[in-house]
């Protein structure tokens, strides 16, 4: 039923920017921060002001896609939080980890239901049962509810998508949030993405298995998307590759998806 609804879906739903040869996803990089003791006193997480900045982090690698989900060394299912300036494409990535379960098992995990739960949705918000989080309703809803539930969430993927659209009062107690933090289906994974500015409390969770942090573009697909974009002007791209690549390089080394990976 769920993998025939996201397999239908577009991973993103406009044709801009174009894509990268054959994957939508190919514009967004993603790198895994080493060194996270200190992530959680950043003040960058604090500040409302400063939600469009794009931060430079050190000790970091580039991960692939598929490695969002990768088991840690903890035994407890993974909880995995996802975030980043408005816009820059945490909504995106949740889309193309939905299209690849609906193509087939993930690589490292096997679910036998993702649920995709936007926080933007007021009635998911505000659910208070499992049956409530179904974004689209059919008659086996309650009943693959019940189950998952009789089985404390085993199986089960939650992608809790806009953290930020919570109000204060709903981060603290919701059916969401009870999940997030392991007060109910504690062992079903969930994901949850965030604008960053209000991650700063999911980051202070003992049970947090990874952080990923949503950058934007690399250096070498801003290249190939004004390139594509430009094709009977090839001078201006040149021009426009050669004024954002030098903007970055003075601000910083491109922009990234980083991943705090916690034990």
Request: charged content about 25%; overall charge neutral.
């Amino acid at each position: 039923m769920r993998r025939q609804h996201y397999k239908h879906q577009p991973i993103v739903p406009t044709d801009w920017p174009p894509r990268i040869g054959k994957d939508f996803f190919g514009r967004l990089a993603l790198v895994e921060k080493q060194d996270f003791s200190t992530q959680t006193e950043s003040a960058w997480h604090l500040l409302r002001g400063q939600v469009d900045k794009a931060v430079k982090l050190t000790e970091n690698k580039k991960i692939s896609v598929e490695n969002v989900l990768q088991p840690t060394d903890s035994s407890l299912s993974l909880r995995v939080v996802i975030d980043g300036p408005p816009g820059i494409g945490k909504t995106t990535l949740c889309r193309k980890l939905l299209n690849m379960w609906s193509n087939g098992p993930l690589v490292h995990q096997q679910y036998d239901l993702v649920l995709y739960c936007p926080l933007r949705n007021s009635k998911i918000a505000t659910a208070t049962t499992l049956a409530d989080l179904f974004e689209y309703r059919c008659y086996e809803v309650p009943m693959v509810a019940e189950l998952f539930a009789k089985r404390n969430g085993e199986g089960l993927l939650i992608i809790f998508d806009g953290w930020d659209e919570l109000s204060e009062q709903l981060r603290q107690s919701s059916l969401a949030a009870s999940i997030i933090h392991r007060k109910q289906l504690d062992q079903c994974s969930v994901i949850v993405t965030s604008r960053s500015y209000a991650s700063s409390s999911l980051l202070k969770m003992d049970t947090l298995s990874r952080h990923v942090q949503v950058i934007g573009f690399s250096k070498e697909e801003i290249s190939t998307v004004i390139i594509q974009t430009l094709q009977k002007d090839i001078k201006l791209a040149q021009n426009i590759i050669k004024s954002i690549l030098n903007d970055t390089d003075s601000e910083s080394d491109g922009n990234l998806i980083y991943e705090n990976e916690f034990d």
